[in-house]
């Protein structure tokens, strides 16, 4: 058989092993069910072996299928890498950074670590994206990214798209402005106390949850908030306590006028670096990936307030 593999074999079989099955697959291509069982029997018998096996309805994958799967995901990662680069410019070219902030993330500590990269590097250009890791991480993993920094690691489901790698963990402390702070009382703690916390798909929420429940205490729970920053402006404003990081308590004690509780958590939030394997990469994911680790390690300097 002269036979030539090409794009449109693989992302048949890729729809048809997403999919389980060959009717689901042809209405997610809009492609023909005979169209796509001829394709896929051109991929096998090109290859010699069987890439799927029938389980009832469904269609599962074979040893083998699972093997070509993965290195199907990759060519089709590495062409839309390819779109990617071609589109922004080549590594040589301007050094543009397109960077996703998780919104649980402190806006001070991701400003310590672009403050720092365009001292080593004065051209850089970021292009900031923030959101949920539910937005972020896909499109990091979709190359629209070239970096994310997260309170937490991408899912299992993307692991072979992207890794995380942890850049610092750090502890959390509650803050309030000066008037409620003169109404805290260590021996009732936060029990009754009002607090402003992450929202619950926030990995420090859970924490700061089971927290509450050892300790006993039962906060009024005035808001939640997927985004730091707005949670500091409410503190501000005196609606309640709110957890930060140890190394932004200078900085937003400047900023917010906010204090620190005298209490005692415990409890610690991560940084992570999320990256997606890349065949060519800008030195500016690189640059913010080490500096990340570096303010991690390091306490983040006090800011003068532009407020």
Not at 108 to 133: C, D, F, K, N, Y
Not at 213 to 226: M, S, Y
Not at 251 to 272: I, M, N, S
């Amino acid at each position: 058989m002269n036979f030539q593999l090409n794009y449109h074999h693989l992302r048949y079989f890729l729809g048809v092993a997403a999919a389980g099955g060959i009717k689901a697959a042809s209405d997610e291509l809009h492609v023909s069910p005979p169209t796509l069982s001829a394709q896929v029997r051109e991929l096998e018998g090109f290859l010699g072996l069987p890439l799927f096996l029938r389980e009832g309805r469904s269609l599962v994958l074979t040893d083998a299928g699972r093997v070509v799967r993965r290195y199907a995901e990759r060519i089709f990662a590495s062409g839309d890498e390819m779109v990617e680069v071609v589109r922004r410019g080549t590594p040589a070219g301007p050094e543009t950074v397109y960077l996703g902030v998780v919104d649980a993330v402190p806006k001070l500590v991701a400003s310590a670590i672009l403050v720092r990269a365009w001292q080593e590097a004065p051209g850089l250009r970021v292009v900031v994206r923030e959101g949920l890791p539910g937005e972020l991480f896909p499109a990091l993993a979709a190359h629209q990214l070239d970096i994310v920094l997260a309170n937490e690691p991408a899912p299992a489901s993307l692991k072979t798209l992207v890794h995380s790698t942890r850049a610092g963990r750090f502890g959390v402390h509650f803050v309030a402005d000066a008037s409620l702070r003169k109404k805290y009382r260590a021996r009732r703690g936060l029990d009754g106390f009002p607090v402003l916390l992450p929202t619950r798909e926030s990995p420090l929420r859970r924490e700061i949850d089971r927290w509450f429940a050892v300790q006993g205490v039962r906060p009024v729970i005035r808001a939640e908030f997927d985004d730091a920053a707005t949670m500091c402006e409410m503190a501000a404003d005196g609606a309640g306590a709110a957890p930060l990081l140890g190394p932004v308590l200078a900085a937003v004690g400047k900023r917010y006028g906010l204090l620190p509780l005298p209490l005692r958590t415990g409890l610690h939030e991560e940084l992570f670096v999320v990256r997606a394997e890349r065949q060519f990469s800008h030195e500016g994911p690189r640059i913010i990936a080490r500096l990340a680790t570096e303010v991690g390690e390091a306490r983040v300097p006090a800011r003068p307030s532009g407020r």
